[in-house]
C-alpha cells in the first residue's frame, strides 16, 4: 500500500506540473494565433482522448506520464493547407514564437508564486528551529551552538521554522562568507554564534545540511503508552491494552517511545519481562515475546502496537505564520524568485564542481519525496509541488536544444543575424541536446539507485 500511495502521489505531482507547464504553451499559442493540434499529458500510447470535431484541439491522456506535449500547426513536420498556413507556428514573427516557448516554464514559476500565496493565506506552518542534539566536533559544536538554542536570524534572513532557517543556510553557503547566526539560549539570553567562511563554503559539499552543521531539531520525547493495537500480534496476546504505559523491561527503565520500540527490535523471539501502568494507576508485571519480522535484509522484533500521541504534543514545538492577500501576494512572489535563484546558483556550483552532484534528485527520490509529503498533508504536497515546479521551469530555460531553453536559444541567433539557422545545424544541435539530456537523466538514476541500496 505504502508503494502505491507513492506512486499515485508521484503520478498526480506529475500529471499536475506537467499540465500547468504544457497549458502555457498552448494557452499563448492559442492567443497568437497559431492552431494546437494536440495537448498530451504523456507520451506513447492514449489512454483517454476527447475531440470535439476533427478540426479541433484533441486533448490526450497518453500511457508513459513522465512528460506531456503541446503539437502544433507546422510546416516543418507535415503538409500545412495553404488555407491554414497563417496559423503555422513556423510562419509567426519571432516574438510570437518566442512568447509561446517561454510560456511554459513562466506558467510553472506562475504555479509556484500561486501555491506559495494559498500556502500564507492559509496559514503556513512549520516545526520551531530549536536545535535538539549538537554533534561533538562537528561545525556546529566549533561555533558553539548548545542544545535548546532557537534560531533567530540566519544571517540576514528570519529563521521563523526549520524550513526558512535551512533555506537561509543554503543561500549562505553559496556565498562562502562567515555567518552569524542569531539565537536565543535555554535560559533566554539572545546571543550570537559564528560560522567560518571555509565551514559555511563546505555546507554546499552535501545535500544534508543538517547532517553537516552537526545538528538535528529538537523534538518532543513520546511517552511509552500503547496506541492501537493489532488483532492477534503479540502485543494484544500478551494483555497490553490501549493507554497502558511501559515502565521497564527486563528491569531497564524506558525513557521513552524511541526507548521501547529499540528494546522491542533488538529482542525478536525473545521473551521480555515488562511493567506497565495502567489509565488507573494499577501496576502490572507482563510477559511478551516480539515476533520476527525482516526489513531491509534484517531481522527485528515487532510487537503489532503504535504510540499513544498525547493532545497538544507539538504546541511547542510548532508555529504557524498567516498573512493577509496582498502580503500574502509578496511573500509569494520573493519566495519564488528567492527559491529561483539558489536552484540556478546551486546548478551553477555542480557545473564547476563547488557542489556535490549529490543535490540531484531523479524519478526515483522524486517519488518517494511526492509520497512522503503526501503522507504528512496537503500543506507539504503543495510546497512540494512548488519546488519541483520552479525546478522544471528553470530547466526546461537551460540553452539546451530539445528543450524550450535551447529553442530560445535557436530565435536569439535567428535574431541577431536575421535569418533561422539552417535545419542541419538544428538539428546536429538537436542531437547534442539529447546527448546532455540522457546523460543528466543517467547520473539522476545512477544517484537514484545508490541511495536507494546504500
Same mark, same amino acid.
Given at each position: 500500500?505504502?508503494?502505491?500511495?507513492?506512486?499515485?502521489?508521484?503520478?498526480?505531482?506529475?500529471?499536475?506540473?506537467?499540465?500547468?507547464?504544457?497549458?502555457?504553451?498552448?494557452?499563448?499559442?492559442?492567443?497568437?494565433?497559431?492552431?494546437?493540434? +494536440?495537448?498530451?499529458?504523456?507520451?506513447?500510447?492514449?489512454?483517454?482522448?476527447?475531440?470535439?470535431?476533427?478540426? *479541433?484541439?484533441?486533448?490526450?491522456?497518453?500511457?508513459?506520464?513522465?512528460?506531456?506535449?503541446?503539437?502544433?500547426?507546422?510546416?516543418?513536420?507535415?503538409?500545412?493547407?495553404?488555407?491554414?498556413?497563417?496559423?503555422?507556428?513556423?510562419?509567426?514573427?519571432?516574438?510570437? @514564437?518566442?512568447?509561446?516557448?517561454?510560456?511554459?516554464?513562466?506558467?510553472?514559476?506562475?504555479?509556484?508564486?500561486?501555491?506559495?500565496?494559498?500556502?500564507?493565506?492559509?496559514?503556513?506552518?512549520?516545526?520551531?528551529?530549536?536545535?535538539?542534539?549538537?554533534?561533538?566536533?562537528?561545525?556546529?559544536?566549533?561555533?558553539?551552538?548548545?542544545?535548546?538554542?532557537?534560531?533567530?536570524?540566519?544571517?540576514? +534572513?528570519?529563521?521563523? =521554522?526549520?524550513?526558512?532557517?535551512?533555506?537561509?543556510?543554503?543561500?549562505?553557503?553559496?556565498?562562502?562568507?562567515?555567518?552569524?547566526?542569531?539565537?536565543?539560549?535555554?535560559?533566554?539570553?539572545?546571543?550570537?554564534?559564528?560560522?567560518? =567562511?571555509?565551514?559555511? @563554503?563546505?555546507?554546499?559539499?552535501?545535500?544534508?545540511?543538517?547532517?553537516?552543521?552537526?545538528? %538535528?531539531?529538537?523534538?518532543?520525547?513520546?511517552?511509552?503508552?500503547?496506541?492501537?493495537?493489532?488483532?492477534?500480534?503479540? *502485543?494484544?496476546?500478551?494483555? &497490553?491494552?490501549?493507554?497502558?504505559?511501559?515502565?521497564?523491561?527486563?528491569?531497564?527503565?524506558?525513557?521513552?517511545?524511541?526507548?521501547?520500540?529499540?528494546?522491542?527490535?533488538?529482542?525478536?523471539?525473545?521473551?521480555?519481562?515488562?511493567?506497565?501502568?495502567?489509565?488507573?494507576?494499577?501496576?502490572?508485571?507482563?510477559?511478551?515475546?516480539?515476533?520476527? *519480522?525482516?526489513?531491509?535484509?534484517?531481522?527485528?522484533?515487532?510487537?503489532?502496537?503504535?504510540?499513544?500521541?498525547?493532545?497538544?504534543?507539538?504546541?511547542?514545538?510548532?508555529?504557524?505564520?498567516?498573512?493577509?492577500?496582498?502580503? %500574502?501576494?509578496? +511573500?509569494?512572489?520573493?519566495?519564488?524568485?528567492?527559491?529561483?535563484?539558489?536552484?540556478?546558483?546551486?546548478?551553477?556550483?555542480?557545473?564547476?564542481?563547488?557542489?556535490?552532484?549529490?543535490?540531484? =534528485?531523479?524519478?526515483?527520490?522524486?517519488?518517494?519525496?511526492?509520497? @512522503?509529503?503526501?503522507?504528512?498533508?496537503?500543506?507539504?504536497?503543495?510546497?512540494?509541488?512548488?519546488?519541483?515546479?520552479?525546478?522544471?521551469?528553470? &530547466?526546461?530555460?537551460?540553452?539546451?536544444?530539445?528543450?524550450?531553453?535551447?529553442?530560445?536559444?535557436?530565435?536569439?541567433?535567428?535574431?541577431?543575424?536575421?535569418?533561422?539557422? =539552417?535545419?542541419?545545424?538544428?538539428?546536429?544541435?538537436?542531437?547534442?541536446?539529447?546527448?546532455?539530456?540522457?546523460?543528466?537523466?543517467?547520473?539522476?538514476?545512477?544517484?537514484?539507485?545508490?541511495?536507494?541500496?546504500?
Amino acid at each position: 500500500m505504502d508503494i502505491l500511495f507513492t506512486i499515485g502521489s508521484f503520478v498526480v505531482a506529475l500529471a499536475i506540473l506537467i499540465a500547468v507547464h504544457e497549458f502555457g504553451h498552448f494557452w499563448v499559442a492559442r492567443r497568437v494565433g497559431v492552431k494546437v493540434l +494536440r495537448f498530451s499529458i504523456g507520451f506513447g500510447r492514449p489512454l483517454l482522448r476527447i475531440q470535439r470535431d476533427p478540426d *479541433a484541439t484533441e486533448y490526450v491522456v497518453a500511457l508513459v506520464p513522465l512528460g506531456g506535449y503541446v503539437k502544433m500547426l507546422d510546416e516543418r513536420e507535415e503538409e500545412v493547407p495553404a488555407a491554414q498556413a497563417h496559423l503555422a507556428f513556423n510562419r509567426q514573427a519571432l516574438w510570437k @514564437r518566442s512568447a509561446i516557448v517561454v510560456a511554459g516554464p513562466l506558467f510553472n514559476f506562475l504555479f509556484a508564486i500561486f501555491a506559495y500565496w494559498a500556502i500564507f493565506m492559509s496559514g503556513d506552518s512549520g516545526l520551531r528551529p530549536i536545535v535538539g542534539d549538537v554533534e561533538p566536533q562537528s561545525i556546529a559544536a566549533e561555533a558553539g551552538f548548545q542544545s535548546g538554542d532557537e534560531l533567530i536570524r540566519v544571517g540576514d +534572513r528570519e529563521a521563523g =521554522s526549520w524550513e526558512t532557517a535551512l533555506i537561509a543556510f543554503v543561500g549562505k553557503s553559496l556565498d562562502g562568507r562567515e555567518l552569524a547566526v542569531q539565537v536565543r539560549d535555554a535560559s533566554g539570553r539572545e546571543l550570537t554564534r559564528w560560522i567560518p =567562511s571555509d565551514a559555511v @563554503r563546505s555546507l554546499a559539499e552535501e545535500p544534508d545540511l543538517l547532517g553537516r552543521l552537526g545538528l %538535528s531539531p529538537k523534538r518532543p520525547t513520546l511517552p511509552a503508552v500503547i496506541g492501537e493495537l493489532v488483532p492477534g500480534e503479540a *502485543a494484544e496476546d500478551s494483555g &497490553l491494552k490501549r493507554g497502558d504505559r511501559i515502565l521497564s523491561a527486563d528491569g531497564r527503565p524506558i525513557e521513552g517511545w524511541q526507548d521501547w520500540v529499540g528494546v522491542v527490535q533488538d529482542h525478536a523471539n525473545e521473551a521480555l519481562a515488562i511493567e506497565i501502568e495502567r489509565d488507573d494507576g494499577e501496576r502490572l508485571a507482563l510477559s511478551i515475546t516480539p515476533r520476527s *519480522a525482516q526489513v531491509e535484509g534484517e531481522t527485528i522484533g515487532r510487537i503489532g502496537a503504535g504510540v499513544l500521541v498525547p493532545d497538544g504534543l507539538m504546541d511547542d514545538y510548532s508555529v504557524e505564520v498567516r498573512y493577509g492577500p496582498l502580503e %500574502s501576494l509578496d +511573500r509569494a512572489v520573493s519566495k519564488t524568485v528567492e527559491m529561483s535563484v539558489m536552484t540556478l546558483r546551486v546548478v551553477g556550483r555542480m557545473l564547476i564542481g563547488q557542489a556535490s552532484v549529490e543535490n540531484l =534528485s531523479g524519478p526515483i527520490t522524486i517519488a518517494e519525496t511526492a509520497g @512522503r509529503t503526501a503522507s504528512y498533508g496537503l500543506e507539504s504536497f503543495v510546497k512540494f509541488l512548488a519546488v519541483v515546479s520552479i525546478s522544471l521551469g528553470i &530547466l526546461n530555460l537551460l540553452p539546451v536544444p530539445v528543450l524550450d531553453g535551447g529553442h530560445l536559444l535557436y530565435f536569439f541567433i535567428e535574431w541577431v543575424k536575421g535569418s533561422p539557422l =539552417s535545419e542541419e545545424a538544428q538539428m546536429q544541435g538537436q542531437k547534442i541536446g539529447l546527448f546532455l539530456l540522457a546523460a543528466l537523466m543517467s547520473l539522476a538514476f545512477y544517484l537514484d539507485l545508490s541511495r536507494l541500496l546504500g
